[in-house]
């Protein structure tokens, strides 16, 4: 099984709520992104993976340089239960 890369810190199945509404049943819904700054330009539109994630956010390297994948795996575990029956809950 091929291990995540890029790591969310708000699930994607959070995210996809706040995507837009021609996108939102798509396999790649968008989401509007603003920069913080002024100066980084205008407002654009992206994939919800590319959002409020960073690689290997979950899965630092232990001693002898391997990754660990213990609490990547768990989040993993809680997101695919919750995922489905998000809708539902709001």
């Known amino acids: ?14 995210l996809k ?4 509404p021609e996108t939102r049943k ?8 603003f920069s913080k700054h002024d100066s ?3 407002e654009q539109i ?8 960073k690689r290997y956010l ?3 390297r232990d001693e002898s340089g391997l990754r660990s994948w213990e609490v990547d ?4 575990g809680v997101e695919s239960l ?6 539902r809950c709001y």
């Not at 992206?46 to 994630?53: D, E, F, L, P, S």
């Open 1 to 14: 099984m091929v291990k995540p890369i890029n790591q969310h810190w708000v699930p994607q199945f959070y």
């Open 82 to 87: 919750l995922g489905p029956i998000w809708p």
């Open 40 to 42: 980084d330009g205008e």
């Open 26 to 33: 798509m396999k790649y819904p968008q989401v509007w992104i």
């Open 58 to 60: 979950y899965s630092p």
């Open 73 to 76: 795996d768990e989040l993993q």
């Open 46 to 53: 992206t994939r919800v993976r590319n959002v409020c994630a």
């Open 17 to 20: 709520e706040f995507s837009t």
